[in-house]
């Protein structure tokens, strides 16, 4: 299991790349919903209640950055799939 605070810090991380890169590329879609899952999961990390694991499944950065960044951009793409995992096993 990941620490709560472990995975909010790898979320701050790929919330912080993802900033930059919105700022040259505000419509992007892969951005715009990587921004948005990214914001969510920082809220539910931030409750009193985590949901339980099986109710984390409706991440999908980590999947969308393999497919969409790696090759262009792996810095990106290695930050959302450590904010994704990190999400899903925190406790």
């Known amino acids: 299991m990941i620490e709560r605070g472990e995975a909010m810090n790898s979320v701050r991380k790929a919330r912080a790349l993802i900033g930059e890169r919105m700022a040259g590329n505000p419509g992007y879609g892969v951005y715009v919903h990587a921004s948005e899952q990214l914001e969510r999961m920082l809220k539910d990390l931030g409750s009193p209640y985590l949901p339980p694991a099986a109710k984390r499944e409706w991440v999908d950065i980590g999947l969308m950055a393999a497919k969409e960044l790696e ?20 406790n």
């Open 71 to 90: 090759a262009v951009d792996p810095d990106l793409a290695n930050a959302l799939m450590d904010a994704d995992y990190d999400f899903k096993h925190a």
